[in-house]
């Protein structure tokens, strides 16, 4: 059962009124996940493992928000068909004698809808996306450093309309951090570092983000 004002917050935090055309039944679906999972110790002391699954879940009675028939509302109601998200992701995890450590992982999705026989991309959805994990740790003065970030490609975004200037989808983005972690402290850990390296914000390319139905899209 979708508790649809917790885990839908987000409809609430724009201009657009939320409508709920029906009496909501329980979505449902079925799952099939193929995972594969192998663990490699060399004799030099490096570790070494490998994550893969393949991945399919089919919802009937989905509840799925719909900006699309009246760009001033959030319409919601069960999807008359089916939705899918299916597809494959991999994780590589090595860790090194000298300290050194990498963890890789990417997913590839096909996240859609089926309604009249017409199958859509959903919306707020990647088609991709991939994360990562490089450390090292300096033995000597009990230093670890570790540079992660993640990467999301493009996801259908809602606009109000041919009129609205900002882009229908997303650009490829990436969030990068890096932490320095200090143990040489008996029981406690010191850790610093900074976030979001390339200052990334969800607003690079449009002229605006957010504006409300009776503000001219020409505006800021």
């Known amino acids: 059962m979708v508790n649809l004002f917790t885990e839908e917050h987000a409809a609430l935090t724009g201009a657009r009124e939320v409508i709920v055309t029906e009496a909501l039944e329980p979505e ?37 928000p719909d900006y699309d028939t009246n760009p001033n509302q959030i319409i919601y109601d069960n999807l008359d068909g089916f939705s899918e998200s299916k597809g494959i992701s991999a994780n590589l995890d090595i860790v090194f004698q000298n300290g050194f450590k990498f963890l ?19 919306i707020l959805t990647e088609s991709y996306t991939g994360t990562w994990n490089l450390g090292y740790t300096f033995q000597s003065i009990d230093l670890m450093v570790d540079y992660t970030g993640n990467l999301y490609g493009p996801m259908r975004l809602p606009t109000l309309g ?4 900002r882009s229908d989808y997303s650009p490829l983005w990436s969030i990068r951090n890096i932490q320095f972690t200090y143990k040489g402290l008996t029981g406690f850990e010191i850790y610093g570092g900074i976030k979001n390296l390339l200052d990334w914000t969800p607003n690079r390319g449009n002229p605006f983000i957010i504006a409300e139905p009776t503000t001219p899209l020409t505006e800021k």
């Open 28 to 64: 449902r679906s079925f799952n099939v996940n193929l995972n594969y999972l192998k663990k490699m110790y060399g004799s030099n002391g490096t570790f070494a493992s490998i994550d893969a699954s393949l991945f399919y879940t089919r919802f009937s009675n989905a509840i799925l």
């Open 104 to 122: 890789l992982g990417a997913t590839l999705q096909d996240v859609s809808q089926t309604e009249n026989g017409i199958k859509t991309r959903q």
């Open 162 to 165: 041919d009129s609205d200037p």
